[in-house]
């Protein structure tokens, strides 16, 4: 029986966690690549009866980190999957200060997790796949803050407005090919993750945009990480996938 394939980034805790477990069935193959493995999964996983690996790499060190998905890739046997899909969904929001005031590793790790990996995971997926006949999907998780600024959130905000532009760029590379994947960037909307405690954590001296946060919460507008988990994964097996390189799963 052949398997869908799913590669899924930052899948030890959150929405990306809430997607691994959603993604365990037994036609599945799922790879998670997190800086941490979780412990649970795999146990999870036997369970359901889905073939899984855990890679655990820090996406901060991506040149490696795409090379060795490139290899693994390159040594499977493509008649062994009916479809393959990358999902970008790791990130890091840097300290939420204005840009002025940030440190330079702490900008550099934001960017090289929130952006680069994902152009680099991607091209290596792409790559290693491209004689593969059967459907490719890439989904890049981006957010809000990629398309309205906020303000001490220079970092996170540059990521996401990155992710989606290279995906409005490979969408277009994609187009001109007889078997092109289908790509999208994909806001989730507002979710209830440690991402948001931080958010809500921040020095409000530094983070004027504090309170909107606090009222998010406080007026119960946070999706539960399962729930934003099954609303991205409905959008991914929606048959116009693709169809918006840029999209919001709420639209």
């Known amino acids: 029986m052949t398997k869908a394939l799913f590669i899924l980034t930052g899948a030890s805790r959150g929405m990306g966690l809430a997607m691994a477990q959603q993604l365990l069935k037994p036609d599945h193959f799922l790879l998670c690549i997190s800086r941490n493995t ?18 655990p790499l820090d996406l901060e060190h991506s040149v490696p980190a795409a090379a ?23 990130g890091v929001i840097s300290a939420l200060v204005p840009l002025s005031d940030s440190d330079p590793l702490d900008l550099t790790r934001a960017l090289r997790v929130g952006l680069e990996a994902p ?54 590379d994609e187009a001109l090919k007889p078997h092109g ?34 009222d998010l919460k406080q007026s119960g507008h946070l999706a539960s990480p399962d729930e934003a988990a099954r609303r991205v994964l409905a959008y991914l097996a929606r048959p116009d996938f693709g169809s918006q390189p840029v999209a919001d799963v709420r639209d």
Not at 41 to 48: F, T, Y
């Open 68 to 90: 060795k998905l490139s290899q693994w890739l390159q040594s499977l046997a493509s008649d062994s999957f009916n479809r393959a899909t990358l999902i970008n969904n790791a």
């Open 119 to 172: 152009l680099l995971l991607t091209a290596a997926f792409l790559k290693a796949t491209e004689a593969w006949q059967l459907p490719r999907q890439v989904l890049n998780i981006s957010s809000g803050l990629g398309r309205r600024a906020m303000a001490s959130g220079a970092g996170y905000c540059a990521a996401k407005a990155g992710m989606d532009h290279f995906t409005r760029s490979l969408a277009m």
């Open 38 to 55: 979780h412990e649970n999964l795999a146990a999870q996983a036997a369970s359901a009866g889905c073939a899984l690996e855990q890679w």
């Open 181 to 214: 994947a289908k790509v999208c960037s994909l806001a989730p909307g507002v979710i209830d993750t440690d991402m948001q405690v931080q958010l809500r954590s921040a020095d409000p001296s530094n983070f004027p945009g504090l309170g909107g946060f606090v």
